[in-house]
């Protein structure tokens, strides 16, 4: 069944506790934290002690999207601060096959990340190694952007790869995701929906989130 992961990089931080307690009592997943350096995408969001802030505090695994530069150098620390899945960009590794290993060495889920503009055929030789693929829908750095129409091409490509080989990794969509384009991702194959601004400036998160729930029951 497809799940909703909200993200809180759309939440209040001045209200960061209040913020995943709703998530807590929603039909969410999990909770998708944004981790940017400032030199892979060109914004920062928050680090380590917030992720380690958030999970004191969340009853559901944390989802954590790393848009750094050289992640090896965080794995472990991320882990420590409340990671149960890591997933690092494609463009980001120059040994990709390696970091996946540690990632996995740690004892948590591994995920790759593609740019709108990478293609999902580049991922054939490590997609049996791997948890998930999580595939942008918009160019990574900042919430609130335009969902680019070409995903569910990428989507239908990547669950194709993933019938023949025969795998069960999930298929994550990131990046303007909301209630009018939930059911199409999920006929193209996606398992798991990243939502932020379209949960977090909602009257109603609650709601949206059971609402999203709901539209991708297709
Ligand atoms: O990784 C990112 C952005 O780089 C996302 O997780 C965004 O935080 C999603 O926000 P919305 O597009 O849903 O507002
Ligand atoms: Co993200």
Known sequence: MPEIAPSILAAD??????????????????????????????????GLPVCSAANQHARKPLDVHLMIEQPDRY?????????????????????????????????????????????VELL??????????LVMSVNPGFGGQKFIENTYKKVLRLDGMRKAQGLNFMIEVDGGVNLANTPKLV????????????????????????QLRQAAQV
């Not at 998530?23 to 400032?38: F, R, T």
């Not at 991320?78 to 980001?92: N, Q, S």
């Open 13 to 46: 931080f001045a209200n960061l506790q209040r913020d995943i307690e709703m998530l807590n009592k929603s039909e969410a997943a999990w909770i998708h934290v944004d981790i940017m350096d400032g030199m892979f995408v060109p914004n920062i969001s928050f």
């Open 187 to 210: 006929e193209a194959g996606v398992d798991l929906l990243v939502a932020g601004s379209s949960v977090f400036s909602s009257a109603d998160p609650l709601a949206t989130i059971r």
């Open 124 to 133: 054939k030789d490590i997609l049996a190694d791997l948890d998930l693929v």
């Open 75 to 119: 794995l472990a620390a991320f882990v420590k601060a409340g990671a149960a899945l890591i997933t690092v960009h494609y463009e980001a590794c120059l040994h990709l096959h390696s970091t996946i290993q540690r990632i996995k060495e740690l004892g948590v889920k591994a995920g790759v990340a593609l740019n709108p503009h990478t293609p």
